[in-house]
């Protein structure tokens, strides 16, 4: 049930407020990624057609107010809201833009600081249902110890998963946990317990930061190239629950693990390729779990193997195929609505092979999978040209 | 689906635990950690097939993967009439 692109669409200019956990305004920190997507690309904001805004907190118009930092060229700009997967959603909206004929450029930004939100802990306090007190980390972690009977996963493998992506962050100057020294497996099984059996150096880091993404068609796309090769969007897909056996209807936070197996199913068929095409992967990795059960419905690798895939080193840099190459939700950081728009940020950056020391070597084809509550899943591909 | 058709079903107080986390860092809600330092949280495989979430009392000594539970009440407040209001969670059947 894979929805189409009418044209094909291409990444032109990406950029970043590095994440962060010191209280920044969103609106500068989106200001700083927006200008520096539009320096990548070559372009002025005059270009842009459309302006896709993801944030989570902020408030009523705040998209909008901020558009008007780039210039009041009175574009349509639209607030785009789905949790976790708030900023892959902006970019899908704008990449269905221009690939569905609205505009020949637009932009995907996306601004947040999770601190500053209510909702997430920082409300007054509320009667209790029984589903108020069930927050992500329990979910995940309900996972991780279901996980743990059926195949034996230990929480050492948890571990190693966490201790990879730290390490991979330590050369993302976009990162907001760079550790001076490398994380060890160790380390992270003696953080204090969040929620067994997941410890603080698991959960994805909580904070602030911005990011932004331009696309355009091809015609824009090879005008402002400039001697780079270009970024094609292979796929965008985005799903919403379907009904599952042990369906889980309250607060399911990353909802039954059927979705991201049809998302990206949806997605390798859009792109005419398959799981072995790969050369990257960033997914939602809020906690260790996660990326160990995507390496599966990604289809990495067979159900039940992905525990091998972590002893074996497939998924770290160097490895067969990098997952959390910037250092995942984990490490790199997870604000809330530029989450999403990281990954296309990083992703680029190693298809173009511009991705300094953390570089995947001859990295084509990479892709992006971003689960949020409620439930929705986004997976974009992209790959290089030429 | 809208429109199916749908029955009525009450729901059994026992079931078989599916899966089961304890939580160390409270965010949301007013629940009393008591002297556990946490609260135990789980999914519950009711006989009828479906599965229902609430917290466990007790600590992660007190039940595992397939132990039998059993609903029990606890109180969490008043509301504004000052009339007591309670919500369930569900404890290890030995």
Known sequence: MGTRLGQPVYVIGVGMHPFNNDGLPSASMADVAGMTALADAGIEFREVGALYNGYLGGGVTSGVTIAKEFGLTGIPVTHVENASATGSCAFGEAVHAVGGGRVDVAMALGFDDMNRMRGLGGGKRRRVGAEDIMLPAAFFAMWATRRMHEVGTTERTFAEIAAKNWNHARSNPMAQRRADHEVTVDEVLASTMISYPHTSMMACAAGGGAAAAIVATREVAERVADGRPLVRVAASQQRSETYTDGHVFLGAVIGPAQMTRDTAGDAYEQAGLGPGDLDLVQVHDAFPVEELVYYELLGICGDGDGDRLVAEGATRLGGRIPFSTDGGLTARGHPGGPTGLAQIHETTLQLRHEAGARQVDGARTGLCHMAGAGSVCVVHILQREG | ?94
């Not at chain 2, 993967?65 to 030995?94: K, Q």
């Open chain 2, 1 to 94: 689906m809208s429109g199916a058709t749908v029955a009525d079903c009450d729901l059994s107080p026992k079931g078989v635990l599916y899966a089961w986390t304890f939580l160390h860092v409270p965010r949301m809600g007013s629940i009393s950690f008591d002297d556990t330092g946490g609260y135990g949280v789980g999914q519950i495989d009711l006989p009828e097939g479906v599965r229902i979430q609430a917290p466990l009392v007790g600590t992660p000594d007190d039940w595992q993967i397939g132990t039998t539970m059993a609903l029990t009440t606890f109180p969490v407040g008043e509301d504004d009439e000052g009339n007591e209001i309670v919500t369930f969670r569900f404890e290890a059947v030995h």
